[in-house]
């Protein structure tokens, strides 16, 4: 871990204290809600409508956490959400650098006008896009089905775009340094291109999965059956037409992001250890 | 080595999704719906039919309502959607004019189905052109809701059917208090629990019974609007920034507001609010120049291209049965169409005084509907929006929102 | 003057350009095919459903341009228009500084990065729905914790989400509030990539923080920041489902801060109108791409010509 050299006595402890404020009160905004969140989660039905609000529940209702794992299959939903996340991730890094690497490095004829038509897809508004990818997931039998549910999200003008970018800031001398060595564009790509974007490599799998964990309209429209369901579909189901149970639904939103937060720092902490080997 | 393993479970996986899903004997039925607290009512139902047919199964597809409507388009269209679902009557006009809807006729007759065991003007709104198609699941009114406690407070007597539009008025100038932020009554710009009841209450209307022109215009419509517009003017109601600040059951729920206008279907929520449930009640809406109750209700209907109608069509039946309907009326999710099980309905819920609900069904106006509703229904929110807010007067507003209502239904597809 | 070492050449360079179409298009070509399929080809339907006015569910005449013109004339279209306008200006500006701020913070990895991390993805990672509803009880005008704590210092309080004056900024600030977290990974993912000792070699040299900010930091991360630009602006531009769920019909305030996606989805879902949506979703793209065309094409030379050192 790099640390500046000190020019006086103290200056340091002071830059990161300084550093630690300035995070912290971006985080207080930025977990702010999700606080009032989990203390919503813990109050009555009652407490949760109340206006003006209190701040804290009266006494702790752990029992809403209860019922909404009973209310959900909390397993399946995370299995399905899961699955379709990483599937997503591993696709899109894998095809997106694929396709980085080559708009980036290679001049090959039509390639801005291919590029700028890659990116036209990040122009589409959604609401067109529903029917049809309804109509081709039915077309390949994949309606009801985790397949069908992650085809969308397999392909990407988002990473494409941020895949060249980061090629893009490679130093030539390298990848010349490849070529003069008579690697061809596979191994270019492989083995000197590929490692030296791994931090967006990895920026783009967290980006995916956390865009995975709270689509909507796709999982609803897609699949039918309660056993495909996503999480972000099974909290949905928890809100009625006319009325909904505020400090259920709640719950059931921590326990959808306390794990993978869980799991996105520990995912940290072992990339680091890797790291320093 | 790990980005290679991954790379072969992957299109493993990616395989196995071409593999088809083994053939099994029973017939099973998709059933779609959108409201979580009536799918226990739904599983008893399912079982009870079940039971009586053992080659049938029916799975539930529960959808939040938000979706409901934008899922079940997609897939009907693509003619692999559900072979039962839920229709109401804001969706019935477009989904019969886009052939969707199986019609149900052929299958009554058939069968003899006698179809008086509901009310007549639910029914109505299923049919469309002599074909029916929906049967009747359930029943929902408007009430006026009001908290006790308040009324205790300013020492009045609580709601009853005699209440008229003036006695209402007098309750709520004597029940608002500004200073400790308590009013009378909310005044929100809603259609079915709200304006439309006033509307009909003051001998106006919505749509004219061929569906051909818009009552907005009309001196009787606007009387109806001014109800609302006059007690926000008068103090009696938070302004209209405010209710769409704060949704009306919060203030309700929070005793900031003693009387609401809402429908049957609160009375399950509010009886689940340990806080508020002892202190609040339900009437009949008070009348105005007449009786009048915006009256509405879900319906079951089969998918066009299901390809299973027999089956399809045993399942609609059975919901629509009376032993179907006792099933509902003892969850106490929902009021049964079927007339004869309302008492059990009110049994069910003993919280609150829901035989006035029942009762005032007497004077019911079904909601009123079109093929095109949605479209004049929009036209509503933005003109009225603007009248609520006292942008503009409810005179000017009602008359643009006419003009334009009147143009939407001249290029409607299917009339009454 | 000898013609073979120059016919070598340039035959060395012909199989190298075939070479490298072969390679350029084998490499491109699953992602390519794959948004072809799922994004090009519902464009293209998109621009064959607005020529007609098909209904909710389809169907309906061919009408040529009329829907086109229809547009122009549209007046909510064209105030939702200037409302995306200044809601793209409020929440990109803002974010990215925001973001950037929050990049080189954690680059600087302070203790605990993991959690800051992973806290600041929280607004992307909840359940959009609830955060609105969170979101509309801070905001409450009457009974909102913001306006409490105003209300305490003996400052104005304002109706934040059904004053039309004051919408579009409560909204612009929430949607800055969920994108921060993933535009600061981004960016830092670009700031990893610049190699520590160009900062020792600066440090050496006794650059300032912002020397080193201004001639390292930046032009370094230009690429990354270019990228993160051009994503922020396209999907603030096509956001709608913050104003469905924060402002909804009914409210005061929906004239000012309806987008132009809030609209079409009120065609398309609400009203039922798949051709008229269709030619909005159409002219959409074209507008988009249109203006963000040159400035990418322009870019793109710029990168080629300046080499990376």
């Given at each position: ?85 990483g599937v997503r991730a591993a696709v899109q890094v894998a095809l997106c650098s694929l396709a980085g690497y080559a708009f980036a490095r ?108 709270n689509e909507l309209l796709w999982p609803l429209v897609v699949n039918s059956s309660p056993d495909r369901m996503t999480l972000a579909a ?44 | ?274 806080q508020i449930r002892a202190m609040v009640d339900v009437a009949p809406l008070p009348r105005g120049r007449e009786r009048a109750v915006i ?122 | ?309």
């Amino acid at each position: 871990m790099a640390t500046s050299k000190p020019r006086r006595p103290g200056r340091p402890e002071r830059t990161a204290l300084v550093r630690h404020i300035a995070l912290a009160s971006g985080l207080l905004v930025m977990v702010g809600p999700f606080a009032w969140m989990l203390l919503t989660s813990l109050k009555t039905l009652g407490e949760a409508l109340q206006v003006p609000p209190t701040l804290l529940p009266a006494t702790p209702q752990w029992s809403n956490y209860a019922a909404v794992l009973d209310a959900l299959p909390f397993a399946q939903l995370y299995a399905n959400t899961t699955i379709v996340a990483g599937v997503r991730a591993a696709v899109q890094v894998a095809l997106c650098s694929l396709a980085g690497y080559a708009f980036a490095r290679i001049p090959f004829p039509g390639r801005d006008a291919l590029f700028l038509l890659v990116l036209a897809a990040l122009a589409i508004p959604a609401p067109l896009l529903t029917l049809p990818h309804y109509q081709l997931v039915g077309r390949l039998g994949w309606l009801n089905s985790l397949h069908g549910l992650a085809l969308p999200g397999l392909f990407s003008a988002f990473g494409t775009f941020w895949l060249r970018q980061s090629f893009l800031a490679i130093p030539n001398d390298l990848p010349e340094a490849a070529e003069l060595d008579g690697a061809n564009h596979w191994q270019t790509y492989r083995h000197v291109m590929l490692p030296l974007v791994g931090p967006s490599l990895v920026g783009l799998a967290v980006i995916t999965v956390v865009w995975s964990w709270n689509e909507l309209l796709w999982p609803l429209v897609v699949n039918s059956s309660p056993d495909r369901m996503t999480l972000a579909a099974g909290l949905a189901s928890l809100q009625g037409q006319h009325a909904t149970n505020i400090p259920l639904l709640m719950a059931g939103v921590v326990l959808a992001v306390l794990p993978p937060l869980t799991l996105f720092v520990l995912g940290q902490a072992v990339l680091a250890c890797r790291q320093k080997q | 080595m790990a980005p290679r393993l991954i790379g072969w479970l992957l299109i493993a996986w990616l395989l196995c999704g071409c593999a088809s899903a083994p053939a099994t004997l029973a017939v099973t039925l998709r059933y779609a719906l959108w409201d979580v607290n009536q799918v226990p009512a739904a599983e008893q139902q399912i079982a009870a039919f079940q039971r009586a047919h053992p080659h049938i199964r029916v799975s539930i597809e529960l959808t939040p309502y938000e979706q409901y409507w934008t899922k079940l388009g997609t897939a009907a269209r693509d003619g692999s959607g559900p072979d039962v679902f839920w229709m109401n009557g804001p969706n019935i006009g477009s989904y019969a004019a886009a052939g969707l809807l199986l019609p149900l006729e052929g299958w009554i007759a058939a069968d003899g189905l006698d179809l008086s065991a509901y009310p007549a003007w639910l029914v109505d709104l299923y049919t469309l052109r002599g074909r029916t198609y929906a049967i009747p699941r359930d029943v929902d009114t408007i009430g006026l809701w009001y908290n006790k406690e308040l009324f205790d407070a300013a020492g009045l007597a609580y709601p009853d059917a005699t209440w008229d539009w003036a006695r209402l008025r007098e309750a709520a100038q004597a029940l608002t208090d500004h200073e400790r932020g308590v009013w009378g009554i909310a005044a929100p710009l809603v259609s079915q629990s709200g304006y439309y009841n006033t509307i009909y209450q003051s001998g106006g209307f919505v749509l004219s019974p061929d569906g051909t022109t818009s009552g907005f215009d009309r001196e009787e419509t606007i009387a109806g609007l001014r109800f609302w517009t006059d007690l926000i003017d008068a103090g009696l109601s938070p302004s209209h920034a405010q209710l769409v600040d704060t949704p009306p059951q919060t203030l309700f729920q929070s005793g900031k507001v003693a009387m609401l206008y809402d429908g049957s279907w609160q009375q399950r929520p509010l009886a689940q609010n340990e806080q508020i449930r002892a202190m609040v009640d339900v009437a009949p809406l008070p009348r105005g120049r007449e009786r009048a109750v915006i009256a509405h209700g879900l319906g079951h209907a089969i998918a066009a291209r299901t390809d299973r109608p027999e089956e399809a069509w045993a399942f609609v039946r059975y919901l629509g049965s009376r032993e179907a309907a006792e099933i509902l009326a003892r969850d106490g999710a929902a009021l049964p169409a079927y007339g004869e099980t309302a008492d059990l309905w009110v049994e069910a819920n003993p919280t609150f005084n829901l035989q006035s609900l029942v009762d005032a069904l007497d004077g019911a106006v079904p909601l009123p509907t079109s093929a095109d509703a949605a479209v004049w229904w929009e036209l509503e929110r933005t003109h009225l929006t603007r009248a609520w807010t006292g942008e503009v007067s409810v005179e000017e507003a009602a008359a643009l929102l006419a003009q334009e209502m009147n143009r939407v239904l001249a290029w409607e597809v299917l009339p009454r | 003057m000898s013609t073979a070492p120059e016919a070598r050449r340039s035959g060395v360079a012909l199989r190298r350009g075939l070479r490298d179409a072969l390679w350029g298009y084998a490499m491109i070509a699953p992602l390519c095919l794959g948004l072809a399929a799922l994004y090009l080809g519902p464009a293209l339907a998109a621009a064959a459903t607005s020529l007609g006015d098909a209904g909710r569910f389809g169907e309906g005449v061919w009408v040529g341009l009329a829907n086109y013109r229809a547009l122009l004339a549209d007046v909510e279209l064209l105030r939702a228009i200037a409302n995306t306008a200044r809601f793209v200006a409020l929440t990109v500006p803002v974010s990215l500084v925001w973001g950037l701020a929050t990049a080189l913070l954690l680059h600087s990895r302070p203790r605990g990065v993991a959690v800051y991390r992973a806290l600041y993805l929280l607004p992307a990672l909840t359940m959009p729905a609830a955060s609105a509803l969170i979101w509309r009880w801070l905001l409450n005008g009457d009974y909102g914790l913001l306006n409490g704590v105003l209300g305490v210092l003996g400052l104005p309080t304002l109706r934040y989400l059904t004053d039309a004056e004051v919408a579009p900024y409560a909204i612009a600030a929430v949607a800055t509030w969920s994108i921060v977290g993933p535009t600061a990974l981004v960016l830092e993912s670009g700031l990893r990539r610049i190699p520590r000792h160009y900062y020792e070699a600066a440090r050496l040299d006794g650059a300032s923080a912002l020397a080193r900010l201004r001639h390292i930091t930046l032009p370094l991360l230009a690429p990354t920041l270019f990228f993160a630009a051009v994503v922020t602006t396209l999907l603030a531009a096509q956001t709608f489902d913050l104003v469905l769920i924060m402002v909804g019909p009914t409210n005061p305030a929906l004239a000012s801060t309806q987008t132009v996606l809030y609209r079409l989805y009120v065609e398309a879902i609400v009203l039922g109108r798949s051709g008229y949506a269709a030619a909005m979703g159409t002219a959409f793209i074209a507008m988009t791409m249109g203006l963000l065309a040159p400035l990418l094409w322009r870019y793109s030379r710029r990168e080629f010509q300046h080499g990376h050192e």
